[in-house]
């Protein structure tokens, strides 16, 4: 039973580099988000899906796109990194508004 | 506007005490409200919920109870276990918002034998 699986776990890039995060999930769940996790700040939601084909920004969106193509995967992209996007990035999944969030484990990004 | 403000850690307590992480938010409406686990290396885990006034949310021996009139969510447990130590989340969801989830700062739990 996976649940929420992140690939990868950790990266390091330069900066000016690009590269995609995936999530997926194998719940059936119709809601995706990615968030950001950065020491004292809590988690930050970046972009969110309440649906296949669908997307939106959520409160910390600039330096990312998304696309939700299937409804079991969620892409996190950085067109070019820069050291301000170094943070722990976390995929979730729910059924709906208002209902609790499956997480996956984290990839931990580096950007020097 | 809306916001969450938690209690902040770290927090450090001997084995069997008492625990309390304090959460209050400020909101046009009436959120529904959870707490979240954060063990190392892993994502979140919902512990537990309340989603009207009122409402006591249990789970694991934690337990908080929905204060509309003090807008406060604080998260209690009788009696800590090593194994209780971790990262914990407040997180109301607002309406106004699309019912997103706003998270609190965290507050880091570390039970000592």
């Known amino acids: 039973n996976a649940g929420v699986t992140q690939t990868p776990k950790f990266r390091v890039l330069k900066t000016g580099q690009s590269m995609t995060l995936l999530c997926a999930q194998d719940m059936n769940h119709e809601y995706m988000y990615w968030y950001r996790q950065d020491p004292g700040m809590g988690l930050r939601l970046i972009h969110y899906s309440v649906g296949e084909g669908t997307t939106a920004k959520g409160e910390v969106p600039d330096g990312y796109n998304v696309s939700r193509l299937k409804k079991q995967n969620f892409l996190l992209g950085l067109e070019s990194a820069a050291p301000s996007q170094t943070s722990v990035y976390f995929c979730?999944?729910?059924?709906?508004?208002?209902?609790?969030?499956?997480f996956g484990d984290g990839t931990r990004l580096s950007i020097l | 506007g809306n916001s969450v403000t938690q209690m902040e850690g770290p927090v450090t307590l001997s084995e069997e005490a008492f625990l309390t992480i304090n959460c209050t938010y400020t909101?046009?409406?009436?959120?529904?409200l959870f707490w979240y686990v954060q063990y190392p290396g892993e994502g979140l885990q919902l512990l537990l919920k309340?989603?009207?006034?009122?409402d006591k949310g249990s789970n694991k021996g934690f337990e908080a109870t929905y204060r509309k009139e003090t807008t406060s969510f604080h998260l209690e447990k009788g009696s800590v276990q090593v194994s209780d130590s971790a990262v914990y989340f407040c997180a109301p969801t607002f309406s106004d918002t699309g019912n997103q989830f706003y998270f609190g700062t965290g507050t880091s739990l570390t039970v000592i034998p």
């Open positions: 909101a046009t409406g009436y959120p529904s």
């Open positions: 309340a989603t009207k006034a009122d």
């Open positions: 979730a999944s729910s059924t709906g508004n208002n209902q609790p969030q499956h």
